[in-house]
């Protein structure tokens, strides 16, 4: 199954809170969720899929390779640990969650999830949150060919454009994550002007904005309302200068930035 354009997120999502959210997230035609060991919800969210009742293979899963289980000897024993929780025999993708390169060498966590994917623990392997040079050596490593995405930070504030004109050249797929800046861009005068004008919210113009440039977007929401709306950013369609409009709002207005990341580009 290729990467469903619009999924949801779960980050800071636990216990009953998150159980609701994929609940209704499902009921809702999402079929694309992202977790993270590091999330602590593997398990509520395998509870909700399977309670679900939505066959196995029309969902398409996510989840995330912690830095301190990137060693060689961790890496696949903590994937197994995420199925079980997750309820699992295989995920859809499996991401190295940051780089870590000074802890653990890029040639050891790359072999490892290769191996993880070769094992059919997951069906494909990715990346997050990696720099170009990070990147490049993870290449080196699988061949661009193997990373099914680079899940990294990209909302109207923060663009990315480094990495993703790097992707691209390589030819590989992106998801944004916090692609609504968490919250921030219904804030924003410029894109709120063009939401009144498609008669849209700022977050689902928000969203268009990254899914018309081909991105993957993974919104969370703990309300049906905007998980409804969220998926209906599907449907809009903003023009050359809306797009250009927006891009202008470039800030470098990093939000996810935890003392482990790298020195980014
Ligand atoms: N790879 C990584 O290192 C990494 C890092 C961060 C995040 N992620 C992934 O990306 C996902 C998304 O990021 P995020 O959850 O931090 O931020 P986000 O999706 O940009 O924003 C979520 C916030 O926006 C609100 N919201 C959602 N839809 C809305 C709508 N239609 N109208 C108004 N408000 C809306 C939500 O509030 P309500 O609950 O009230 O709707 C929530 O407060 C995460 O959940 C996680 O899966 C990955």
């Known amino acids: 199954m290729n990467i469903p354009n619009i999924g949801l997120g779960t980050f800071r ?3 009953q809170q998150v159980i ?3 609940t209704t997230g499902l009921e809702l035609g999402y079929r694309h969720i992202d977790t993270a060991q590091i999330y602590g919800n593997e398990a509520e969210v395998g509870k909700a899929i399977v309670d679900s009742g939505i066959a196995r293979s029309e969902i398409f899963i996510t989840t995330k390779i912690w830095i301190d289980n990137l060693s060689r000897e961790k890496l696949i024993p903590s994937l197994k640990e995420s199925l079980e929780k997750l309820r699992l025999e295989q995920v859809d993708l499996t991401l190295v969650h940051w780089p870590s390169p000074n802890v653990i060498p890029i040639t050891e966590y790359m072999e490892a999830i290769a191996e993880a994917k070769a094992q059919g623990f997951t069906k494909s ?3 997050s949150n990696f720099t170009n ?3 490049q050596q993870a290449i080196d490593v699988v061949g661009a060919q193997e990373i099914a995405t680079h899940q990294v930070e990209i909302h109207p504030f923060l ?3 480094k990495v993703v004109d790097f992707a691209r050249n390589k030819g590989v797929h992106i998801t944004a994550y916090m692609p609504l800046a968490y919250g921030k861009v219904m804030n924003d005068p410029v894109i709120t002007k063009i939401a009144e004008r498609h008669k849209y919210s700022a977050a689902q113009i ?3 904005w990254s899914l018309q440039q081909g991105f ?3 919104p969370s929401s703990t309300k ?3 998980q409804e709306l969220n998926l209906q950013a599907r449907n809009i369609k903003l023009s050359d200068d809306e797009m250009a409009e927006i891009a202008t709002l470039e800030a470098n207005d990093r939000l996810a930035n935890p003392s482990i990341a790298p020195e980014w580009d």
Request: aromatic residues 8%; glycine residues 8%.
């Open 13 to 15: 999502l636990k216990g």
């Open 224 to 226: 049906r309302f905007n």
């Open 216 to 218: 993957a977007v993974i």
């Open 206 to 208: 928000a969203l268009a």
């Open 125 to 127: 392997i990715g990346l």
């Open 133 to 135: 040079a990070l990147f």
């Open 159 to 161: 663009q990315n454009k």
């Open 20 to 22: 609701d959210s994929v």
